[in-house]
């Protein structure tokens, strides 16, 4: 079913409000899939290569799915939304455009974002546009892997040695702020919350993600750092973004611009 044929997404706000929302989500997908691409071949051992294009792949293919429902409401193709737009018309946290680091700075920010996701499947699963919700506990079953992943691996990287926790510490707080901004709304998501498209807004997702990741980082021997006061980074939500996406999408982008007409 069209999501332009749900009644409760006739109302112009809504409509807009959850197109910015989905290309969100669609947004966040790919360009971290993207990133967590770029360590095939670099990757520790050959099992965390496989591993992590898998869950690239992965990420990017959901990002597909949320640019098709996207395009019920705006028209267009998946394609010209992922591969033909500027950067500032990307509406995905900085946090995921920033480059990959290390490994332990990656495994922190996979196991963050993750948990992030997480909370946001889940108040679209609890909502009552059924298109979404369907695709949503879908991609939930899917993406436990990944948090058992990131999981795993940040208990290691954090256990190891007391150097490589110094590491994971440095990277959980220099990826502290970024994280945070993962839960700043696009413009009216309050309306969605309203229309019972999904269930919490901004706010209550934030709460709900500290709440989950906060006792992982403890298991892990990691402090959680405090919410931050007021936060210094671009709000990719509104277009704002780093020097590192564009050099990130002038890369996505080469082949479609090369050969017009390519399909991912």
């Not at 520790?44 to 992965?58: G, K, Y």
């Not at 196991?111 to 679209?124: G, N, S, T």
């Not at 020097?243 to 996505?252: A, G, I, N, P, S």
């Amino acid at each position: 079913m069209s999501l332009a044929a749900v009644p409760v997404l006739r109302p112009p706000e809504v409509r807009s409000a959850l197109a910015g929302y989905l290309l969100a989500i669609a947004d966040d997908e790919l360009i971290l899939g993207h990133r967590h691409s770029e360590w095939t071949g670099f990757a520790p051992d050959i099992e965390s290569d496989v591993a992590l294009s898998s869950v690239a792949q992965e990420e990017i293919g959901h990002a597909r799915l949320f640019y098709e429902r996207a395009c019920d409401l705006l028209g267009g193709d998946p394609d010209t939304l992922a591969y033909g737009r500027a950067p500032d018309e990307f509406r995905s946290a900085v946090f995921v455009e920033r480059p990959n680091g290390d490994w332990g700075f990656t495994i922190t920010r996979m196991c963050l974002y993750d948990h992030a996701d997480a909370v946001r499947l889940e108040a679209l699963a609890a909502g009552t546009v059924s298109p979404l919700a369907d695709l949503a506990k879908t991609l939930r079953r899917e993406e436990k892997y990944h948090l058992m992943y990131g999981e795993q691996w940040l208990r290691h990287l954090s256990q190891a040695t007391p150097d490589s926790r110094t590491r994971v510490q440095e990277a959980l707080d220099r990826a502290w702020p970024d994280a945070w901004m993962l839960f700043e709304p696009v413009d009216a998501q309050s309306a969605l919350v309203a229309a019972g498209v999904m269930r919490g807004d901004a706010r209550d997702q934030r709460r709900l993600w500290l709440a989950q990741i906060a006792p992982i980082l403890d298991g892990a021997g990691l402090k959680t750092p405090s919410p931050p006061d007021a936060v210094a980074v671009p709000n990719g939500r509104i277009g704002a973004h780093t020097d590192d996406l564009r050099v990130l999408l002038d890369e996505m982008t080469s082949v479609r611009r090369t050969e017009p007409g390519a399909r991912w």
